[in-house]
């Protein structure tokens, strides 16, 4: 029988996950994800265990909302070309079963600015601070994972309202989990 763990970066973006699902908040960044997931993992039984990490993101074009399930998400933080210059594999793209085809760029930037946003959006759809690291550890303990989105803003100037938005974002996200996670 498949049990389910919610990571999230935030207690707000977990607000209406379903009673009885266990849920674990991260921090902010791939690091602070990477780690509380890994440490979630190793003290669990994995067996037919799968990671749902759950949370907002900023929209990198124009007319994305609502939800996503992204396919790939990108390490979009790290130099992969001179990694790969040095004859190494940084690893910076990362696959996702069940996904919608839609790529999220995480990073450890709060993206707000114009320029940053199109230069992400030339590789992506989405972004957000937190998928690659969940996916990353998800995939190192051979965990099945699903990446959840929800579009909280437009990864501009106007993301700087995200406290005020996380609590919309949070009842869609509550939602696909009751619906989806049985």
Known sequence: MTSYLIVSAIRAEARYVPEGLP????????????????RA????????????????TGALRDGLSGLYL?????NHDVNADAVRA????PRDELQVAGGDGTVL?????FVTDSVVRARLAERAHLVDMEAYGV???C???GVPVRVVKHVSDSADEAALDWP???????????????????
């Open 105 to 109: 760029a995480s990073g450890d930037v």
């Open 70 to 74: 992204p396919s790939t998400v990108l």
């Open 86 to 89: 040095i004859g190494l594999d």
């Open 23 to 38: 849920v674990v908040v991260t921090g902010v960044g791939k690091t602070a994800a990477a780690v509380a997931t890994a």
């Open 164 to 182: 005020a938005l996380v609590d919309a974002s949070a009842k869609v996200l509550g939602e696909w989990v009751s619906e989806n996670a049985r």
């Open 41 to 56: 993992l190793a003290e669990r039984d994995t067996t037919e265990l799968v990671v749902l990490n759950v949370g907002t």
């Open 139 to 141: 995939q190192e303990y």
């Open 135 to 137: 996916v990353y550890a």
